[in-house]
């Protein structure tokens, strides 16, 4: 299994551009959700899925989208990047949601926003 | 979820056993302990988890209080590929994400 995968590794964008963030299990892991690390900061929510077809907000959830059309994937867009998003995102999964269900993380897309 | 606090970081000899503690004074009883650690910004990897009782896997072991207001992580035979900042994190069932605090910073030293 490859796990969780994440492309790119690295993007720089331009303030006003938008791009997806890829992210993709191969576990039929029904639960996916996208995280974002500021540096030196722990990592927040910003949206999740427990299933294809059905998606929720995290704790910040503004300036992005998702969708969930597969059980395998679960892209992260942002609409038209801010500085602010400049950050590290890292896409997770698990069985469920249940807090008895290891997560896996990904290895992570470094964002720089000019 | 219950709120935890770490030290902000610890060192370790080489080949020693690594103790790092957690407390979570306000913890219910359907919280469960996670442990995770991020090595120089990769993504989190899962160390252990439980809800009550010890618990040991291969990488290490977790010792829960028997009031369930602290935690210590255990590795018992540390090596530099185990530096890395460790978390400490309680997840509620049922809920969906996991609440990583500024966690602790360990490093090996040969």
Redesign the interface.
Known sequence: NAG?TQTPKFQVLKTGQSMTLQCAQDMNHEYM?WYR?DPG?????IH?SVGAGIT?Q??VPNGYNVSRSTTEDFPLRLLSAAPSQTS?Y?C?SSYG????E???????TRLLVL | DAKTTQPTSMDCAEGRAANLPCNHSTISGNEYVYWYRQIHSQGPQYIIHGLKNNETNEMASLIITEDRKSSTLILPHATLRDTAVYYCIVRAEGAQKLVFGQGTRLTINP
């Open positions: 969780v959700s690390q900061m722990g990592l927040r929510l999740y929720d995290g704790e590290v890292f997770a949601p249940d807090a008895q290891t997560q896996y993380f990904g290895p992570g």
